[in-house]
T-cell receptor, first 114, second 113 residues
Framework: AQSVSQHNHHVILSEAASLELGCNYS??????LFWYVQYPGQHLQLLLK??????LVKGIKGFEAEFIKSKFSFNLRKPSVQWSDTAEYFC????????????FGKGTRLHILP | DADVTQTPRNRITKTGKRIMLECSQT?????MYWYRQDPGLGLRLIYY???????NKGEISDGYSVSRQAQAKFSLSLESAIPNQTALYFC????????????FGDGTRLSIL
C-alpha cells in the first residue's frame, strides 16, 4: 500500500526565508501527488497537485513543488515566506489506477516569525 | 454560505453514546469523504462515497458507519463512542475530475469522555 512521509514535523523560519518541506512516498507505480494547507482554525485547502507532465508544479500563493520520480519525492518550496504562511502543510498521494483513495502524510507545522 | 457544512461544530459526549455527524454540500459533487484528524497523525480516511449507492471503507472504518442519504448529504455515525475516537472530523467533497478531495467542511471537534 502507498504511504507518505513528511520528515519535518515542525519548522520555524523568519519572514523572507526560503522554504522547503520534504515529502517522500512509497509506491512503485504511477502516482498523483498533492499538497494541502491548513491555516490555524480553518479547514484544508488544496495548494497544488501533480498528475503528469512538467514535474515542476506551481500552486497558489507562490508555492511550487517538484516531483522527482527517482527519489520518490514531492517537496514543497517557496522562495520567500511571509508571516501569513504560518500553517500546517500536508502532503498526500494517490496510486493512479489502483483506487481513488488519497493517503495523507502526518503534516508539517510551519511557524513564521515576523 | 459554506459549500460544505458540518454539524455540529463541537460535541462532548460520554463513552457508549451513539453520535451522528452530519455533512451537507452545495457543490453538486458526487464524491464525499469523512476524515479524522489527530495531532501528529495527519488526516486518515474513514469512509468515502462516489455516489448515492456507493459506500467504501477507508483506512480506519472500524467503529464507524456512514449513510449517503442524498447526493448532498453524507452522515457519519459512531454507534458506541469510545475515548480514542476523540478527534477533529472533516467532511470533504470532490467532483469526478480527480481522486483528491477539493472542498472541506470546517470540521467537527468531538470529545468522548
Amino acid at each position: 500500500a502507498q504511504s507518505v512521509s513528511q520528515h519535518n514535523h515542525h519548522v520555524i523560519l523568519s519572514e523572507a526565508a526560503s522554504l522547503e518541506l520534504g515529502c517522500n512516498y512509497s509506491y512503485g507505480g504511477t502516482v498523483n501527488l498533492f499538497w494541502y494547507v491548513q491555516y490555524p482554525g480553518q479547514h484544508l485547502q488544496l495548494l497544488l497537485k501533480y498528475f503528469s507532465g512538467d514535474p515542476l508544479v506551481k500552486g497558489i500563493k507562490g508555492f511550487e513543488a517538484e516531483f522527482i520520480k527517482s527519489k520518490f519525492s514531492f517537496n514543497l518550496r517557496k522562495p520567500s515566506v511571509q508571516w501569513s504562511d504560518t500553517a500546517e502543510y500536508f502532503c498526500a498521494v494517490n496510486a493512479q489506477g489502483r483506487d481513488d483513495k488519497i493517503i495523507f502524510g502526518k503534516g508539517t507545522r510551519l511557524h513564521i516569525l515576523p | 454560505d459554506a459549500d460544505v457544512t458540518q454539524t455540529p461544530r463541537n460535541r462532548i459526549t460520554k463513552t457508549g453514546k451513539r453520535i451522528m455527524l452530519e455533512c451537507s454540500q452545495t457543490k453538486g459533487h458526487d464524491r464525499m469523504y469523512w476524515y479524522r484528524q489527530d495531532p501528529g497523525l495527519g488526516l486518515r480516511l474513514i469512509y468515502y462515497s462516489f455516489d448515492v449507492k456507493d459506500i467504501n471503507k477507508g483506512e480506519i472504518s472500524d467503529g464507524y458507519s456512514v449513510s449517503r442519504q442524498a447526493q448532498a448529504k453524507f452522515s457519519l455515525s459512531l454507534e458506541s463512542a469510545i475515548p480514542n475516537q476523540t478527534a477533529l472530523y472533516f467532511c470533504a467533497t470532490s467532483d469526478n475530475r480527480g481522486p483528491q478531495p477539493q472542498h472541506f467542511g470546517d470540521g467537527t471537534r468531538l470529545s468522548i469522555l
